[in-house]
């Protein structure tokens, strides 16, 4: 279990250094790239908490 929960905290991470980023960039390709990925993030994120909250007793 505890490595779920790393998964998740690095999807969590990953999610928002991709907000971030792109909040800063200046290419609008590249702000909608990371605004993509930033989302994927938490998609997977979410399936993982649902997978932990499956599993525990």
Known sequence: MKDMRAHLEKRRIEAEEC??????????TKKELLAKLAAHHR???????RTISATEP
């Open 19 to 28: 907000e971030l980023i792109s909040k800063l960039a200046t290419s609008p």
């Open 43 to 49: 998609i997977l994120a979410g399936e993982v908490e």
